[in-house]
């Protein structure tokens, strides 16, 4: 089956910094979506981007499909921003997500 | 337009018992994927199903285990026998009936094994 990987693992930040966290996938995939779980456990969709690129707020995404990755960009991060941020990826149609293991963010005040 | 919805959100079942998980998909989705998150294996698919049909149980224990999403109602997760193994959070997601790939998420349920 399709391998995603998640980088870092953990990272740690102070309030009103900048991150970026990264996703490999090991094959084409025509579903791509990014997630944040945050610490009551609940999973919180940022975005829906197989391709290209988005923005929402401070959060934006990019997809460079050929080459197998996605990045997710957070500027000006704040303590709610902290919890499990998940990519997870789908091939054919429309079902059975691969997620990677997830980066642990944890925002100090 | 009212979210994926789960509940219970916390069920507590002793070893043998019977657990129960219902989903209700966001209103005019039609499609229905279960995910499990244990604690170190992190968050795998488990069963997709339409309406009455179940399309893809590749990703469910053999046994215990079944799902159902009937014509009425929400869909249902049904696991018997439970063990301490059981114990986990239990995802729903629906996606809508026309060709868009994105799954909504509900909370959760999260289930504790004694």
């Known amino acids: 089956g399709i391998q995603v990987e998640q980088s870092p693992p953990d990272l740690i930040l102070q309030e009103g910094a900048n991150s970026t966290l990264r996703c490999n996938f090991s094959?084409?995939?025509?579903?791509l979506q990014w997630f944040h779980q945050n610490p009551w456990g609940q999973l919180i969709n940022l975005f829906y981007?197989?391709?290209g690129t988005k923005q929402n707020g401070r959060l934006s995404a990019t997809t460079v499909a050929t080459e197998r990755y996605s990045l997710l960009y957070i500027s000006s991060s704040q303590t709610t921003d902290s919890g499990v941020y998940f990519c997870?990826?789908?091939?054919?149609?429309?079902?059975?997500?691969?997620f990677g293991k997830g980066t642990l963010l944890t925002v100090n005040p | 337009n009212a979210g994926v919805m789960q509940n219970p959100r916390h069920l507590v079942r002793r070893r043998g018992q019977e657990a129960r998980l219902r989903c209700s998909p966001m209103?005019?989705?039609?499609?229905v994927y279960w995910y499990r998150q244990l604690p170190e294996e992190g968050l795998k698919f488990m069963v997709y199903?339409?309406?009455?049909?179940?399309?893809?149980e590749s990703g469910m224990p053999k046994e215990r285990f079944s799902a159902e999403f009937p014509k009425e109602g929400p869909s249902i997760l049904r696991i018997q026998q439970v063990v301490r193994g059981d114990s986990a959070a239990y995802f729903c997601a629906s996606s809508p009936d026309q060709v868009t790939d994105t799954q909504y998420f509900g909370p959760g349920t999260r289930l504790t094994v004694l």
């Open positions: 997870a990826v789908g091939r054919g149609s429309n079902y059975k997500l691969t």
């Open positions: 199903l339409q309406k009455e049909n179940i399309i893809d």
């Open positions: 981007i197989p391709s």
């Open positions: 209103k005019g989705h039609s499609h």
């Open positions: 094959d084409s995939v025509n579903n």
